[in-house]
């Protein structure tokens, strides 16, 4: 019998369902919303979205954040303020690129909001493997609530009450995956891969200062540590992503080998252009929409980044 809080999850993609094993195996009693018939084993099926607010206290979003307003107004049938909804998306919605968070208040009851971000894989929670989170709440029961779900001996959970800077370096680090898998693929040297990674954590804490977030996130395990685990993470769809982009694919057939969908490809020229509006300073950024997504050839898009400012 469990000792522990039942947690609801909604999604049933690979990251939905690697949160559902990751709860289950933590001992919580766990329960899923998902289009696919066969759920992992021990979880319970949710019959709709709605369901999930009768089912926990707890609920967990993860779905693209393209269909982030239907789930939620359909979730705000089913909750109340009493509910925490925490989302696992690494995206926005919108060319305002509003946040999931701001979504899930937009759309429910519920003001106890938070994500989950960090240097973590589907495949790890799925097969188990030590991993660790980062969950972001201005509500301390929020995190709270998410470690006890979720905390176990291979799992360890690091709480922050910068919501909105885990938000936007989750989805970051994301496009900054695919620029990473992109100059490793292309031979680049170890210093100049180095380089684009602290200029573009660097980049990126500018940007998440601008959207209200704080800087100091996105050294942390949020950015950094999310994005130094990339070079290792030779599965993560992002960095798949890059590595056919670096072999010559065009962007189709790069989506088609990492299998998984991508929030970052939409993202990139979306968050160019609130940079750009907001006269913030963004090379990387620009240099992925041109150079990467944009299929500028690698010899000008090196040269673009070598002479771009510090």
């Not at 939409?266 to 300073?281: F, G, H, K, Q, S």
């Amino acid at each position: 019998m469990s000792q522990r809080a039942p947690v609801a999850i909604v999604g049933g993609g690979p990251w939905g369902r690697a949160l559902a094993v990751a709860a289950q195996r933590a001992g919580s009693e766990t329960w899923c919303f998902s289009r696919q018939s066969h759920l992992p084993d021990g979880v319970h099926k949710l019959e709709s979205i709605e369901e999930a607010g009768k089912r926990a206290r707890l609920i967990v979003v993860a779905v693209p954040s393209a269909a982030a307003t239907e789930v939620a107004r359909t979730l705000g049938d089913g909750t109340s303020g009493e509910h925490f909804v925490v989302h696992a998306v690494r995206g926005f919605e919108g060319a305002t690129l509003d946040t999931i968070s701001d979504v899930i208040r937009r759309e429910t009851p519920v003001r106890r909001v938070g994500a989950l971000g960090g240097p973590v894989l589907a495949e790890d929670l799925t097969a188990g493997r030590p991993s660790v989170m980062v969950c972001g709440s201005h509500f301390p029961e929020v995190n709270a609530a998410v470690e006890a779900a979720f905390g176990n001996k291979g799992m360890r959970l690091y709480p922050t009450g910068d919501l909105r800077g885990l938000e936007w370096a989750s989805a970051l680090v994301g496009c900054l995956a695919i620029g990473v898998g992109y100059a490793t693929e292309l031979g680049m040297s170890a210093g100049l891969v180095a380089a684009v990674i602290c200029r573009g954590i660097e980049e990126a804490a500018r940007i998440a200062a601008k959207a209200g977030g704080d800087e100091k996130t996105l050294l942390g395990l949020a950015g950094y540590g999310d994005l130094l685990a990339c070079l290792g993470q030779h599965e993560r769809p992002e960095v798949v992503l890059g590595v056919a982009l670096a072999r010559g694919m065009s962007l189709r057939e790069a989506m088609a080998t990492a299998k998984l969908r991508i929030e970052a490809v939409e993202l990139i020229p979306r968050i160019v252009a609130w940079t750009e509006a907001r006269d913030v300073r963004a090379p990387i950024m620009a240099a992925l929409a041109r150079g990467v997504i944009g299929k500028q050839s690698p010899e000008d898009l090196v040269s673009e980044l070598m002479q771009a400012p510090h």
